[in-house]
């Protein structure tokens, strides 16, 4: 795991994020990931804070958000986000096991570019992943600022 | 008097009047002289007299001098030296002067007589006529069942209907004379200087009393009060009419008192739903993370370790794979399900028709290689949350469809009985499998299955889920069946 990503994947299950990063592998994309375990620390990295405090300065060419997260939970980061001139162009995507109505719709009102239901299925789960880290790292051109594919 | 003569129509009262007084002397005359023919002497004069008295009594002043003028010349003519001559000697003069004096006071006597007697008459007449019209409104009063009675300005009750009668167990001959204050010892519910102060001053008063009827219960009446005066202005009497809300109060007292407790429950269900709502959202996130782990390194282990595996091996973590699977499902069932109870439901009208062939399109998959029979009949429009009658529609039918994947000539019957007239009653008919009636009330329970897993898949929530809704809409929701003879589904909606 390195400091740049195109990735910024904020998760704190461990296990979801070696699942996760097992889809991503197949196509090269693990590599470009940063985790974050908490909201906190996914701001202390978008805000260059604690132990991010020295990477380069460029935003993540999307940011896989989970909701349920310690300190922090996940729609307050997106709000954080999405109320900064600096960061609301971060393509931000929610990944999470709720299918409840209320979290999507708040997600959607903070203005979430995506939300997606972490399947139940290996397999799909799996090609959700892949798909995600696909579209956004890959095929979506990301905002100016952005980390570039090298 | 005209009235009391019937031959009054026929000849004129001027004529009757003044006959009368020559009538009535001309019988004096009679008289006198047939009393002196049997030498019966000196009663002549009080005969005329009694002739000039008569006269003005039934006839009036006219008649009456005539009668005294005649009564005068005839007592002059037959009864005084010379007789039956009108000489009138000067000796005479102050006798006839007497005659004439006494004769004027007796008729003046019985025309203030006879006056003050029509007088009377009439008054009477009066108050004959002023009772009847307070006889009826007395007995007008006695018709209402409020409780009407009059007292005077002491306090003293001089009027008690029927009413009253009835409200407070006092006869009317018991009350009249009795003093309010000790027949029913009122409670005012603020000083009775302030009530009466505001009965002088607005003539009328109106509030809640507690009084005691004569069996000794108390008794709450709405009391409204009038003030009559005299033509001088004093008050003469209060007029009380009042009603018995003391069953009224019990029922209010008791209505509020259900209100607290129904706001307690409804806030003690509230902090319920929240828990269930705060549960819900817990499963819906936790219990799934640990599931997709199971799945995923169970599929890992599959992909990167299979080799290495025998095929028991093999078998169990397809079991394992199997087993979250279904775990996954219940939990979405689950969720749906409480769903259903947790959210608002938006009612509009809503074409059964067309959500049956919605649902149909939802579940057409499954009758995919199938020759299924449909009869829909007419359905009607109502009032209800679409998508989730939707929702239930789907279940049934999609029941429908696997319950009768065992047969020859599947057949769904879909249609509506107007039976009723409070609402619409729905059915769903099929020639499936059936069940046993003796299972039928465990049919609709959450996760109860009539049949094995590996016969007919399903969570067992489908129908939980459909009652829900139906009660949810105010309906009704049951079943028919026979084993092998198929199932039919009922649901009864209220009507818009």
Redesign the interface.
């Known amino acids: 795991m390195s400091d740049i990503g195109r990735i910024l994947l904020v998760e704190d ?1 461990p ?2 994020v070696e ?1 996760t990063m ?1 889809a991503l592998e197949e196509y090269n994309l693990s590599n470009e990931v940063v985790v974050a375990s908490d909201g906190e620390e996914a701001l202390d990295y978008l805000y260059f804070r604690g132990k991010f405090q020295r990477r380069s300065g460029e935003n993540p060419a999307v940011l896989l958000l989970d ?2 997260l310690p300190k922090v939970d996940g729609l307050e980061v997106l709000e954080a986000i999405k109320s900064d001139e600096k960061l609301r162009m971060i393509p931000v995507v929610v990944l ?6 209320r979290d999507m719709v708040a997600s959607y009102k903070l203005g979430v570019n995506a939300y997606v239901v ?6 799909e ?1 799996v090609n959700a992943i892949k798909e995600l880290g696909v579209f956004w790292a890959i095929i979506n051109e990301p905002p100016p600022g952005s980390v570039r594919k090298k | 008097m005209p009235r009391e003569n019937p031959l009054s129509w026929r000849i004129p009262a001027v004529v009757q009047r003044y006959g009368l007084a020559v009538l009535s002397v001309a019988i004096a005359t009679g008289v006198a002289n047939l009393l002196y023919y049997f030498h019966v002497q000196g009663v002549e004069f009080p005969i005329f007299l009694l002739a000039v008295a008569i006269t003005p009594w039934y006839a009036g002043t006219g008649p009456a001098i005539v009668s005294l003028v005649l009564a005068a010349l005839a007592f002059n003519y037959y009864f005084t030296d010379p007789r039956y001559s009108l000489y009138v000697t000067l000796a005479e003069a102050p006798y006839y002067v007497v005659f004439i004096l006494f004769s004027l006071l007796i008729a003046w006597f019985s025309a203030l007589r006879r006056r003050v007697e029509l007088n009377l008459l009439q008054s009477r007449d009066e108050l004959q006529r002023e009772v009847a019209i307070r006889t009826q409104q007395a007995s007008l009063l006695n018709l209402t069942h409020d409780s009407i009675f009059v007292r005077d300005a002491n306090g003293t009750i001089t009027y008690w209907n029927r009413g009253a009668e009835e409200l407070y167990g006092w006869k009317a001959d018991e009350a009249v004379g009795r003093r309010t204050q000790d027949l029913l010892k009122t409670v005012f519910p603020r000083p009775f200087e302030e009530i009466h102060e505001e009965l002088l001053r607005t003539a009328r008063w109106e509030g809640e009393l507690e009084k005691k009827k004569s069996d000794g219960t108390d008794v709450l009446v709405a009391s409204r009060w009038s003030l009559e005066r005299d033509e001088n202005g004093n008050p003469v009497a209060i007029l009380e009419s009042e009603n018995d809300i003391s069953e009224r109060r019990r029922r209010e007292d008791e209505i509020r008192g259900l209100n607290l407790q129904l706001g307690r429950r409804s806030t003690e269900l509230e902090a319920t739903n929240k828990e269930l709502e705060a549960f819900a959202y817990s499963i819906s996130h936790d219990l799934r993370a640990p599931l997709r782990h199971m799945v995923g390194y169970t599929e890992l282990l599959q992909k990167n370790a299979a080799s290495v595996v025998d095929d028991k091996g093999r078998r169990y973590m397809t079991m394992i794979l199997e087993a979250a699977q279904r775990m996954g499902t219940l939990i979405d069932d689950l969720l749906a399900f409480s769903r259903i109870g947790r959210a608002e439901t938006r009612e509009t009208m809503v074409s059964l028709e067309q959500l049956v062939k919605e649902a149909q399109n939802e579940v057409w998959q499954e009758t995919e290689g199938r020759n299924v029979t449909w009869k829909i009949g007419p359905l009607p429009d109502l009032y209800g949350d679409r998508s989730m009658l939707k929702l239930a529609l789907v279940n049934l039918i999609s029941n429908a469809i696997k319950f009768t994947r065992k047969c020859q000539q599947p057949e769904i019957e879909i249609g509506c009985t107007n039976k009723r007239t409070d609402g619409v009653v729905v059915f769903i008919k099929d020639n499936g499998v059936g069940f046993d009636m003796k299972y039928v009330n465990k049919l609709f329970g959450v996760f109860q299955r009539l049949h094995r897993a590996d016969e007919f898949e399903g969570t067992g929530i489908g129908l939980a889920t459909v009652q829900r809704i139906i009660h949810r809409h105010g309906g009704q929701v049951w079943a028919e069946g026979q084993v092998g003879a198929g199932a039919t589904f009922y649901l009864s909606l209220p009507k818009p």
């Not at chain 1, 999470?96 to 109505?101: H, P, Q, W």
């Open positions: 299950d296990k979801d699942l097992t909701l349920k999470t096991s709720s299918r409840e109505e972490k399947p139940v299925d290996f397999h789960f």
